[in-house]
């Protein structure tokens, strides 16, 4: 059911789905729970206990599988050395058809929704929330409790330190809205309507509730997770 390499260590509770693929001295460390049909490369670490100064650390193997826990969901492709922490006040969590390229690093306390992509040596620090189909360029790195929202682009390298609204094109460091990521809503077949008015929006200073976005066809539910969560973290 599930193909798991001999050097590899599953430590404590941890829950397998079926069809998952698991390679060379990948470490897991419960409570982990994971679905179906996931690739985890050589050397991935999942389940570490989150970094934090005050966090009383095990001081024997016996005792490693603390923490609030990770829960991965179906499909997704964790690549070689990729770091993920166990929570540390609620659940570290990855969606379906997560794309986690080699050495990026998830902390404590992160949730990553459906079909992001994390390209290699992204960075995220705790409490970090990535939206569905949101895409991380190379090494850039997000600060923590930070929000990056639904379809938005971030350039390679970049420093994410604010929330970033849905389908926007960001890079900089600090990062920063230059326009909307039209490719991106291209290639989820938006309307022509929702590309304009969203590229005609972040074409000047916006506004942050996105009032001229509502109700756009394509857009809106992303509209609604940007309000609801931008609303607890800004």
Same mark, same amino acid.
């Given at each position: 059911m599930n193909s798991i390499h001999s050097t590899a260590q599953l430590i404590g509770? =941890?829950?397998? &789905? $079926? #069809?998952?693929?698991? &390679?060379?001295? =990948?470490v897991i460390i419960g409570p982990v729970t994971i679905g179906d049909g996931n690739w985890i490369g050589t050397g991935a670490v999942i389940g570490a206990p989150p970094e934090v100064r005050s966090w009383q650390h095990p001081m024997d193997s016996a005792s490693l599988d603390t923490g609030k826990g990770i829960v991965i969901g179906d499909r997704n492709v964790i690549r070689e050395y990729v770091q993920i922490h166990q929570g540390w006040h609620e659940k570290t969590s990855l969606g379906n058809d997560v794309f986690l390229m080699n050495q990026s690093? =998830? *902390?404590?306390d992160c949730t990553i929704e459906d079909r992001a992509t994390l390209a290699s040596s992204v960075l995220l620090a705790g409490h970090v929330r990535i939206g569905e189909g949101a895409?991380? &360029?190379?090494g850039s790195s997000v600060h923590q409790r930070c929000y990056v929202a639904d379809g938005a682009m971030i350039g390679m390298? $970049? %420093? %994410?330190t604010r929330n970033i609204p849905p389908f926007a094109?960001?890079?900089g460091n600090p990062a920063r809205v230059v326009g909307a990521n039209t490719i991106g809503m291209q290639r989820a077949h938006f309307p022509e309507e929702t590309i304009a008015a969203t590229a005609a929006e972040y074409g000047s200073a916006f506004d942050t509730d996105l009032k001229t976005l509502s109700g756009l066809p394509?857009? *809106? &539910? *992303?509209? #609604? $997770?940007?309000?609801s969560h931008h609303a607890t973290t800004e």
């Open positions: 509770e =941890v829950a397998l &789905g $079926s #069809g998952n693929m698991i &390679g060379p001295l =990948v690093y =998830v *902390a404590h895409n991380l &360029g190379l390298g $970049s %420093v %994410v094109k960001a890079y394509g857009i *809106a &539910g *992303a509209i #609604g $997770s940007w309000r």
